[in-house]
């Protein structure tokens, strides 16, 4: 017998789950707009051009090597990375306020910030938006973050923001609670705030003493415009704010198994974020001892090289905009085949996901029915749909609707 003969069987995950289920699927129509992840038209992964260039570059450079990185990582990718976020001329980094490390991606970054907040920071409590990637839930009290509340953000009858309720939420919140924040593009519900919202938040969340941790998963790859995406970051920063940022180059780079990512903590001073810095190395080294060398030498060849840097934002618009071109196609073939309901939410939502409004039956039904692969909470990723798709998938929600 097994010392684990009683093991229950964990659940899938929710949407790598959708991935596996959609492999086992043998229909020729079958449609995987589960997974957050950029494909073609011809519905095939893409390696960006920059990136393929870059890589050369790496393979080339005879002082390239495979010893380990510190523990922080990349020193040149950590500084890059902080002026992407931030801007160039950015005080934040003027006065060298930000202890910026380098980790695995977007949630290796939000663990070690979690992790690092349990330990130094004395408000336990983190609000996460409604909803919000299911992965956050999880991150937070794992990290010892044990007190994970929500506030309204998402609803339902307008399939837009609920700006009142957010407020209101926040108000209601534990004086200096953590307050998480998607930078942009919004995951699950493409829902974006205005930036006269973002003012709004901002006063809120310096009246309630509140710490923000923003989680960047696409800038660039929202708008197609990496300044616009960096908005709300800098905003709060310029405010001055203590704060906390992930980012993520999955998307936005098409490094998604590279897991290239950096977390940055801001201060006051120079002074702060040196001692900062210190304890974030204390919280990596027993977690993974340092980062992987690869994705990060590709991100400082791309950033720093300004026809490589040029280029990588034509690609970005190119993905960006062929996301845009799948809203239009979709929502004129949601109107051709008669799809009960406005679907002008279609259009307005922004990145990666789109927000039907299907209940979890009518996923159901998508799947079992049509082999159209979504989360249950009626997400579908608009980078995994092409042209000749749209009608089809159309076709789906208009029968699982009736
Ligand atoms: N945050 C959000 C909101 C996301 O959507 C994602 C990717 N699905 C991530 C973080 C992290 O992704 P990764 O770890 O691959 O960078």
Redesign the pocket.
């Known amino acids: 017998q097994s010392i684990w003969q009683a093991i229950p069987q964990g659940p899938p995950d929710a949407?790598l789950g959708i991935s596996e289920a959609f492999k086992k699927d043998p229909s020729p129509k079958k449609i995987n707009l589960g997974v957050?992840a950029y494909r073609t038209e011809e519905g095939k992964p893409l390696v960006l051009n920059v990136v393929k260039k870059a890589e050369q570059k790496i393979i080339n450079d005879p002082n390239e090597n495979k010893e380990y990185l510190g523990i922080t990582g990349n020193p040149k990718f950590n500084a890059l990375s902080a002026q992407l976020a931030f801007g160039e001329h950015s005080p934040v980094i003027r006065e060298a306020r930000n202890a910026t490390v380098q980790c695995?991606?977007?949630?290796?970054?939000?663990r070690v910030g979690a992790e690092f907040l349990a330990q130094h920071y004395t408000v336990h409590t983190v609000l996460l938006p409604s909803p919000?990637?299911a992965?956050?839930h999880k991150i937070f009290p794992l990290a010892g973050i044990k007190d994970v509340r929500t506030y309204r953000y998402y609803k339902p009858s307008t399939r837009g923001l609920d700006f009142e309720g957010m407020i209101e939420d926040l108000q209601r919140a534990p004086e200096g609670a953590i307050v998480l924040l998607?930078a942009c593009?919004?995951?699950?519900t493409g829902v974006d705030l205005t930036p006269e919202q973002w003012r709004g938040i901002l006063r809120t969340v310096q009246q309630k003493r509140m710490l923000p941790f923003f989680?960047?998963?696409?800038q660039g790859f929202a708008s197609g415009d990496l300044e616009r995406d960096a908005t709300a970051i800098r905003l709060f920063a310029d405010a001055g704010l203590e704060l906390l940022l992930?980012q993520?180059?999955?998307?936005n780079m098409g490094l998604?198994g590279e897991?290239?990512?950096a977390l940055s903590v801001i201060t006051k001073s120079a002074d702060v974020t040196k001692r900062v810095e210190s304890q974030l190395k204390q919280v990596i080294r027993p977690m993974f001892s340092n980062p992987p060398r690869h994705g990060a030498a590709i991100v400082v060849e791309v950033l720093s090289d300004p026809s490589l840097y040029a280029e990588w934002r034509e690609e970005l618009k190119g993905m960006a905009g062929r996301i845009m071109q799948m809203r239009q196609e979709l929502f004129r073939a949601l109107q051709q085949v008669g799809a009960p309901g406005s679907w002008n939410h279609i259009l307005d939502q922004i990145g990666?996901f789109s927000f039907t409004g299907l209940t979890k039956e009518q996923v159901r039904v998508m799947t079992d029915k049509w082999h159209v692969y979504m989360t249950f909470d009626g997400r579908i990723s608009m980078a995994g749909l092409s042209s000749s798709k749209c009608h089809y998938l159309a076709e789906a929600i208009n029968d699982a609707m009736r």
């Open positions: 949407i957050g695995l991606s977007g949630t290796g970054s939000l919000t990637w992965n956050h998607h593009a919004h995951n699950p989680d960047s998963a696409y992930a993520s180059y999955a998307k998604y897991r290239v990512g990666m």
